[in-house]
């Protein structure tokens, strides 16, 4: 019995250790085989010329040279693609092989090694972004930034006077509808924005200048020197009004009758800064109306903008109008007194010219404009005469008469 039993040990012992004998060297060969390339490639090259299904399956596997062809593909592929394209393909390969990874940014690093720096960046990112709170936060962020950016690019296509509309309507919101506008404007051209902001409230435009500054405080003090540059012209236009007021009306139709010197928009300005008698004395001189209809509408939007209830476009319309048929009516009076005796026009100049109360006025709104009285009748009268007559006529006044009328004709 105790023979028996030693010699069924001494089997299993040898059992063992024929299967240690052969195990253990298939394990080394498999472990080599599984993580040396080169043995693998030598192992699969020869194993191709087995017969039966050993040497087709071993076929399917591909060479060296294959593999090395198609890693350089794919590095000239993820060089040509946008850079977060790139890494997104990236990170898939490197959560599935992350020895192919690392040998595609090893060749990527030696061929580009600026791009695959960055790509590297981005697929650290992207393995950072697992957990998915972060990602949600990140993906709701986007949308929010796309959403805004959408809202910046419709706003720039709208006409001036519908944005600011819309602006001070959001303005006059909630906190939240302030926040968002602030950020749209942030993503609007700087000199789209300012155009807008200008016609603001200083209330309103402080708030979002303040907001502003909160996002992109660079951002805020470019727009404030851009204001302050309009504001800055808006006074040019103001100071030029004055300078046309106080020249002869037909001597500034010259210039303020074309855009030659000025822009329609700028001529606007100018126009809305003169006194409307001046405005509609310059303007009457225009047989362009297609210019003027422009000017008018510039005029109009200019008033949209500021919010002025005034419709200086009416009131010039029918002041001018207005002098239109009182100079008709000048010069029909011309062409009688041209043929009367300079004596009997004297008299009635002599009579004429020492009343200045209102003879006949337009009154709009209340208010009179264009007034005529006695004496700027005869002084108008005079300004259109032969100067032979004037000189006719005056001759027959006295020497203060004379001089006066001779010192107001000077002044017209």
Same mark, same amino acid.
């Given at each position: ?188 051209? =700087? @000199?789209?924005? $300012?155009?807008? *902001?200008? #016609?603001?409230?200083?209330? +309103?435009?402080? &708030?979002?200048? !303040? %907001? ?75 047989? =362009? @109306?297609?210019? $003027?209809?422009? *000017?008018? #509408?510039?005029?109009?939007? +200019?008033?949209? &903008?500021?919010? !002025? %209830? ?76 032969? @100067?032979?007559? $004037? ?22």
């Amino acid at each position: 019995m105790t023979k028996e039993k030693k010699s069924s040990n001494k089997i299993i012992s040898i059992i063992i250790i024929i299967f240690l004998v052969l195990t253990i060297p298939i394990g080394v060969l498999a472990t080599i085989y599984y993580k040396v390339d080169s043995f693998r490639m030598l192992v699969n090259n020869h194993l191709k010329d087995a017969p039966g299904f050993v040497g087709e399956y071993f076929n399917s596997y591909p060479t060296e040279e294959e593999i090395e062809a198609k890693k350089t593909f794919l590095i000239e592929y993820f060089n040509e693609i946008d850079i977060n394209n790139a890494a997104d393909k990236l990170y898939i390969i490197k959560k599935d092989d992350n020895k192919l990874y690392n040998d595609i940014i090893r060749l990527m690093n030696n061929k580009y090694p600026n791009k695959t720096v960055d790509i590297i960046k981005l697929v650290r990112e992207r393995e950072l972004r697992k957990d998915l709170l972060f990602s949600l936060y990140d993906e709701i962020q986007k949308e929010k930034q796309d959403s805004i950016k959408k809202e910046a690019e419709r706003l720039q296509k709208m006409d001036n006077y519908l944005v600011l509309k819309e602006i001070k309507e959001k303005i006059n919101g909630d906190t939240d509808e302030q926040d968002k506008i602030a950020d749209v404007i942030n993503n609007m051209d =700087d @000199k789209k924005v $300012v155009e807008i *902001l200008y #016609y603001l409230s200083d209330e +309103e435009k402080n &708030l979002i200048l !303040s %907001k502003i500054s909160l996002i992109d405080k660079d951002k805020m003090y470019l727009l404030k020197s851009y204001l302050l540059e309009k504001e800055m012209k808006y006074e040019e236009f103001k100071d030029l009004a004055k300078i046309y007021a106080g020249k002869n009306s037909y001597d500034a139709f010259k210039i303020l009758g074309n855009t030659e010197r000025y822009s329609m928009s700028d001529l606007a300005k100018i126009y809305i800064n003169l006194p409307l008698e001046k405005a509609a004395d310059i303007l009457k001189y225009s047989r =362009d @109306k297609e210019f $003027v209809d422009e *000017l008018f #509408y510039n005029i109009r939007r +200019e008033e949209l &903008l500021t919010g !002025s %209830k005034e419709n200086i476009t009416v009131k010039l319309s029918q002041i001018i109008d207005y002098i239109k048929e009182y100079e008709e009516k000048l010069n029909d009076l011309v062409l009688v007194y041209e043929k009367m005796d300079p004596r009997d026009v004297a008299n009635i100049i002599e009579k004429l010219i020492i009343n200045d109360k209102e003879l006949t006025a337009l009154k709009i709104d209340s208010i009179n404009y264009y007034t005529v009285s006695d004496s700027k009748l005869a002084i108008d009268i005079l300004r259109r005469l032969k @100067k032979t007559t $004037v000189s006719e006529i005056l001759k027959n006044l006295n020497d203060r008469k004379a001089t006066e009328i001779t010192r107001k004709l000077a002044l017209q």
